[in-house]
Nanobody, 133 residues
Framework: QVQLVESGGGSVQAGGSLRLSCAAS????????MAWFRQAPGKEREGVAG????????YYADSVKGRFIISQDNTKNTIYLQMNSLKPEDTAMYYC??????????????????????????WGQGTQVTVSP
């Protein structure tokens, strides 16, 4: 079993930055493919950024490429999402998710492919990010 605890959300003006943290505990084997998702009111949950922890390979949704950076600190069992140049459309509840993946390619595909979300079986409680114009 994997436990995930997010922190770092808040309110910021457009153009600002925030860093989200996700502290993980439990089986390392079950969380080698981790990701950040977000869900705005009335919208489906969407993948934002992912990381294959073994190799450090990272993946991003087109909407955040060049603005968001996902990283990990293995000594702290924590992944981060550095969010820069925030826009009002980034406003959402952000969730950390973990899964097992047999390859970095499969980890990438489950972030960007429709239906890939079903492979993530461990979720945090979410942290709210609000970006004002």
């Amino acid at each position: 079993q994997v436990q995930l605890v997010e922190s770092g959300g808040g309110s910021v003006q457009a153009g600002g930055s925030l860093r989200l943290s996700c502290a993980a505990s439990g089986s390392t084997y079950s969380r080698n493919c981790m990701a950040w998702f977000r869900q705005a009111p009335g919208k489906e949950r969407e993948g934002v950024a992912g990381i294959y922890t073994g190799s450090g390979s990272t993946y991003y949704a087109d909407s955040v490429k060049g603005r968001f950076i996902i990283s990990q600190d293995n000594t702290k069992n924590t992944i981060y999402l550095q969010m820069n140049s925030l826009k009002p459309e980034d406003t959402a509840m952000y969730y950390c998710a973990a899964s097992y993946s047999y390859s970095h390619y499969a980890c990438q595909q489950r972030l960007i492919s429709p239906g890939g979300i079903k492979y993530y079986n461990n979720w945090g409680q979410g942290t709210q990010v609000t970006v004002s114009p």
